[in-house]
Every structure is written in C-alpha cells, then in structure tokens.
C-alpha cells in the first residue's frame, strides 16, 4: 500500500486493518562516477514497495535527503544538518499517528553513522513521549544488504558504491548506472579531523564495483525483503 498513490477513502478503509508503515530515508549524495546521486533513495525505496508486495502495510514517500559528512565535498551532495532530520522524523511519526498508524519501520539505504544516530535519537525521543502505544525499528537497509550479499558478492570490504550497491542498481534502475567505477578505498587521516574529504577519498568509491551485476542485485534484493518481512512480522507481534 503505496501511501503517495492512495486516495483519501483507500486510506480510509485500509487503516482500520492495518497499522504498520515503512518510512523509507535516502540520501542525495556522490557514489562515484557510475551511479546516480538518489541511489540510497531508490534502493530504499524499492525495497520498501517490494516488502509491500508481500504483506500489507503501509510504505511512506522516501525522504531523498540526509546527513553526509565524508561525502560534503563531492560534487552533486547536498546534506542536511542532524537536527533538521531528527525533527523531519518526529512530525512525520507524529502525522502518520495522528493518521491511525501504530508501527513506524524507519529503514534507511544512507548508512552514515550521524544519519543513522540522528533517526535513533528521534526514535527514542518519540517512544518516551508516546510509550507503549507505539512501535518503533530504526533499520540500516545497507546493513543487511551486507547481510544479504555474503556467499553472493566477491569483494571483501565492500561498502558505498562498490559491488553490492552497484548491483542493487543494475537490478532496480540500469538505466541510471553508468558503466562502472574504479575500485576504492578512503584513507581518511583518523584521528585527525578534515573539511577538505574528497583529498582522502576521490571518487566516494568504497568497494569494487567491477564485478556488480544484475543477478547479484536480485539475490541481494530477495533476501533483503524476506528478511525486512520477517522483521516486521516481528513488529507486528511486539507489546514492549
């Protein structure tokens, strides 16, 4: 159930059955010279209608924007401050409550650690304020797509960019992948902290993305959804 393409009196009449809504969040970010900036977006949000097409619950419109920190200096990023999601979380909770909903899946294909914080933060204020009545999973969509790609994917250290997220997008959009990028790797100067990123990290490759493929994303992609299923089954029977 595809919140965006519903009318007012579907809505209606499914919410009286069904309490549980994926909130889908991206990103609007450089992964390399192949791939489109709305990847996490996409990705995410595919998978969330792919969940649907299995059980019924509820899918939100994704949020196409997040926090990025090792990619600010990249052409094409455009981020937004922790602060600004983490209130971007609670009205949105806040409104699909207001609506009837009970079960929030905030999932995320944007796998920055100050993004996922962020939704964390606004998830745990939101219990505290709401309490037993809702609730609520912060997922890293990414995270279990490293899940999902182990026996499928070759590359070791496989992370934004690289062969499993190359993958995902020859099987979701391959109109939008552009060949392929060059294998990479940052060499951030840890512990010492940088404004100019991109000098430690050229082309926001993080893996190989040579051997991507569609079949590989469409295995990755199954066992990605089954798993998101499973979870939400979980919800569905949560009492706190």
């Known amino acids: 159930m595809i919140l965006e393409e519903m009318s007012m009196k579907e809505f209606e ?3 009286k059955k069904h309490r549980t809504v994926i909130i889908p969040f991206g990103s609007l970010e450089a992964h390399g010279p192949h791939l489109p900036l709305g990847t996490d977006t996409t990705e995410v949000y595919e998978i969330a209608k792919g969940v649907a097409r299995c059980m ?3 899918v939100a419109p994704p949020l196409p924007y997040g926090v990025c920190r090792s990619t600010s200096r990249h052409p094409g990023t455009v981020g937004i401050a922790p602060d600004t999601l983490r209130q971007c979380v ?13 079960k929030f899946a905030i999932i995320s294909g944007h796998a920055s650690s100050l993004h996922l914080s ?3 933060e606004a998830g745990e204020s939101l219990l505290g304020e709401m309490g037993p009545r809702v609730t ?5 969509a990414y995270d279990m797509a490293r899940e999902a790609a182990g026996g ?3 590359t070791k250290d496989d992370s934004h960019a690289g062969e499993i997220e190359t993958s995902l997008m020859l099987h979701f959009s391959p109109h939008l992948v552009r060949g392929r990028g060059k294998e990479e790797y940052p060499c951030f100067p840890h512990p010492i902290l940088t404004t100019n990123k991109r000098k430690y990290w050229k082309n926001a490759v993080w893996g190989n993305p040579a051997p991507a493929s569609a079949p590989k994303g469409k295995i990755i992609a199954e066992t990605l959804t089954q798993n998101l299923v499973r979870l939400i089954k979980r919800m569905d029977a949560f009492t706190g």
Do not use: H, M
């Open 13 to 15: 009449q499914q919410i």
């Open 56 to 58: 019924p619950v509820f």
């Open 90 to 102: 609670r009205d949105v909770v806040k409104g699909l409550y207001a609506n009837g909903l009970r």
């Open 118 to 120: 962020a939704l964390e």
């Open 136 to 140: 609520i999973a912060v997922i890293s």
């Open 152 to 154: 499928v994917c070759e």
